[in-house]
């Protein structure tokens, strides 16, 4: 583990394109833009309109990719591609997406960001009746399903396939003749449809859009279909029971701050959730900080709010990769400090105000406010742009385990005390939503905040909630 190590990780990214000669490299580009959801691995995967040609590995996208294997796999006109976080089904080779199925008569290619609730039932089912798996990963149960329905019309196929899964699911779908966008009916993870020229583009952020010249069309709505081929964009659904939520977490940490979620900017909603703690929870303080990358934003707007000058306290060393030697325990516990350093030129002798999105194990925090006070700082007042996480997430977040959250166990004065704050305050859950924005006439202003709440938008089957989590279903 690093010193400063990530404690919620993302869930992977889906790009596609439809009608463009450079459509492998530019789904490399846009893959490459969304890394931050996923380093573990990545593939592509071309049409030319006769066969699918795919490449993938573990790894990150540069890893994976170079020059010749781009040239070799660029042979068509449309492509998808994904990055992988692994929360479900293991990280080994045969799990990196897209997967691809190939028959006689047709082949298939899926991407999927996001997770099934009920994967696992599903999945015995399919064995019953004979389906054979090759990866472990939730996805292989929407081709199977697909595969499996499969008569003359392969769109309905999907959709009936679509009808019957449960939970967080962004698809890109590829198959010789069209691409097919997907969203689950509650929307719990963002897709956004793009134009470049005449090609079409999906992807998980609208910054994939922006790295390739895109412009960014709108959002596929929850429970929609888009399927896209040379006539152009069609619009179905496969459901008419949607309710919007998309994850809250979107906003306050997973996207880049350069993305629009449903027309709202991420820095701009991250600012805000800042400006709303501010209100909330103003403190005596002489700096302001955020816990680089995903905190700085809500920490400028808590500066902004409060009028403490907003400084950089603490750096962020760009170049700790996943190749990089870890320290040993030993030179852990002197305070080898890998990712994050504070300076001490700003924080030494001052009060500080630590602005953070999340606190999920709070050991990141104990040692951040740790190396803060190390650095010279006299008072470490934590603020948390987010309500306590308090329950497990099974959209894809790995925080699938509720022994792993502080807050699901201990008071905010016990956390406060276990981080070693002076002072320790999260964002309400109405000020969450206030902050971000988004339609109030919409049910929680259409966010899943279930991490926060214990109120999942999706019905959760009993193999998908550990034992002893029961008790915390509400
Ligand atoms: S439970 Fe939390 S992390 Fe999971 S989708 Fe909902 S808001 Fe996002």
Redo the contacts with the bound molecule.
């Keep these: 583990m690093h010193y400063v190590d990530r404690e919620l990780n993302e869930e992977c990214a889906v790009f596609g394109i439809w009608g463009h000669e450079n459509a492998a490299k530019l789904t490399y580009y846009g893959l490459h833009s969304m890394q931050h959801r996923g380093q573990e691995g990545a593939g592509i995967c071309v049409s030319d309109g006769k066969h699918l040609y795919d490449h993938k590995g573990l790894g990150l996208v540069n890893d994976v990719f170079n020059h010749d294997i781009l040239d070799t796999i660029n042979k068509g006109k449309a492509a998808i591609g994904h990055v992988r976080y692994s929360t479900q089904g293991g990280n080994s080779y045969a799990n990196v997406q897209p997967l691809v199925f190939r028959s006689q008569k047709d082949s298939l290619s899926i991407a999927h960001n996001g997770n099934l609730v009920n994967a696992h039932k599903l999945k015995g089912e399919l064995e019953e009746r004979g389906s054979i798996f090759q990866t472990t990963s939730d996805t292989e149960v929407i081709a199977h399903l697909i595969k499996r329905d499969f008569a003359d019309n392969f769109i309905e196929s999907v959709k009936h396939a679509l009808s019957v899964i449960k939970g967080?699911y962004a698809l890109a779908m590829l198959n010789e003749h069209e691409m097919i966008a997907a969203l689950d009916p509650n929307g719990?993870r963002p897709l956004s449809l793009g134009k470049l020229g005449d090609a079409w583009v999906i992807a998980s952020e609208t910054c994939a859009f922006d790295i390739i010249g895109a412009t960014y069309v709108r959002d596929v709505n929850p429970g929609e279909i888009l399927i896209i081929n040379d006539d152009g964009v069609r619009s179905d659904f496969f459901t008419t029971h949607s309710e919007p939520a998309i994850?809250?977490?979107e906003y306050i940490y997973f996207s880049r701050p350069d993305s629009n979620i449903q027309g709202i900017n991420v820095h701009a909603a991250r600012k805000n959730l800042g400006r709303k703690l501010a209100q909330e929870a103003p403190v005596e303080a002489d700096v302001v900080t955020g816990v680089p990358d995903s905190s700085i934003s809500a920490a400028i707007g808590y500066a902004e709010a409060t009028g403490i000058p907003y400084e950089l306290g603490m750096i962020k060393n760009r170049y700790v990769g996943r190749t990089f030697i870890q320290p040993s325990q030993e030179l852990r516990e002197q305070g080898v400090k890998m990712k994050l350093s504070p300076v001490r030129a700003i924080v030494e002798g001052k009060r500080v105000v630590m602005v953070d999105d999340s606190i999920v194990r709070g050991t990141t925090s104990r040692r951040i406010v740790g190396m803060l006070r190390e650095a010279g700082a006299t008072e470490v007042h934590v603020r948390i742009s987010s309500p306590p996480i308090t329950h497990p997430?099974f959209?894809g977040?790995d925080t699938s385990t509720s022994s792993e959250l502080i807050a699901s166990t201990h008071s905010v004065e016990d956390i406060r005390k276990e981080i070693g704050a002076d002072s320790l305050v999260f964002l309400s859950v109405d000020g969450l939503q206030e902050a971000i924005g988004r339609n109030p006439a919409l049910k929680n202003c259409g966010q899943?905040?279930?991490?926060f709440t214990g109120k999942y938008p999706t019905e959760i089957y009993p193999d998908t909630v550990l034992p002893h989590e029961k008790e915390l279903l509400v």
Excluded at 448 to 451: E, I, K, L, R, V
């Design positions: 967080a719990l994850c809250s977490m997430c959209y977040i899943c905040m279930a991490c």
